[in-house]
């Protein structure tokens, strides 16, 4: 349904684009695959499209929704034994709350407000432990950059933090006339499984690497990263020191995350 149908106006500080191609919809519950006895939360509900296509396979679903008429909505559309509905900002949201009254890891997904998707992305990695995958409908340039390899354009900050805790998967690509409004970029769905091989790291290492070392990605690491380094007393990563923040491979990235955790 679109949004003027159901009688409300999407708001532009909530990222509001509603997916109206119920060919999406569905090729995006495909992907996920949804069992029963799994606990799905859902970012971002709005209007509903995905959560009721995820209702008819799911008896129960947890969603998130910031927006106070939506929530009224939906609260008043579907019964709590169907949809426990928190009344939430995401990016304050404790998951583990949700993964506390049940034994199963969670699956998040969504159709996500591109406004909030990076700083999202970067606060689910604390709750990762909890989660077993995440399935989100992303601006498209956002998901090349996650799933980007070295020495390409597109591989940063993002690409080495998301591939190093979890296995991405670029799914398909959807285009603006599959929303209500129609968004102005390119929107891709994603798959991220929670890498249980990572799960003892602490990310924050990592992060202060890339932040120190993607502040200047067109500088060669003798001039940013290895200095940087040096001052907090961590070991001189083997690699030659020409080389840009971007060339580094996800491997190596941890090797340096892991010598700046030994001296902190
Ligand atoms: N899932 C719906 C669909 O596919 O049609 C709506 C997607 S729309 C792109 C994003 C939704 O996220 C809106 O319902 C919006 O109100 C909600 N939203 C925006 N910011 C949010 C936040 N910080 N926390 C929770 N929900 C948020």
Request: charged share 25%; no cysteine; proline share 8%.
């Amino acid at each position: 349904m679109s949004a003027e149908k159901a009688g409300h106006r999407a708001r532009k500080r909530f990222g509001q684009h509603f997916l109206a191609d119920p060919g999406v919809v569905d090729a995006i519950v495909d992907a996920i695959d949804p069992r029963e006895g799994e606990l799905l939360v859902e970012i971002g509900p709005g209007l509903a499209a995905l959560t009721s296509a995820l209702l008819a396979r799911l008896p129960h679903l947890h969603a998130i929704e910031i927006d106070r008429d939506l929530a009224a909505r939906l609260r008043s559309r579907y019964p709590p034994r169907q949809l426990t509905l928190h009344e939430a900002d995401a990016l304050r949201f404790d998951f583990a709350a949700v993964a506390a009254s049940q034994p199963q890891r969670l699956r998040i997904v969504g159709n996500l407000p591109y406004n909030v998707s990076s700083p999202l992305l970067v606060r689910l990695l604390g709750f990762r432990a909890l989660v077993r995958d995440q399935h989100f409908m992303l601006q498209r340039e956002v998901v090349e950059r996650i799933v980007a390899v070295p020495s390409t354009r597109d591989f940063g900050r993002l690409s080495v933090l998301m591939q190093a805790f979890y296995e991405v998967e670029r799914l398909f690509d959807v285009g603006p006339q599959a929303f209500d409004p129609p968004p102005r970029v390119h929107s891709s769905v994603i798959r991220m499984r929670v890498r249980d091989d990572r799960l003892a790291r602490d990310p924050m290492p990592l992060q202060q690497v890339l932040a120190a070392a993607f502040a200047q990605r067109r500088k060669m690491i003798r001039t940013t990263l290895l200095p940087w380094l040096e001052a907090r007393g961590a070991a001189r990563p083997p690699l030659d020191a020409s080389l840009r923040p971007e060339q580094i491979d996800v491997p190596s990235w941890l090797r340096i995350a892991d010598s700046v955790a030994a001296v902190t």
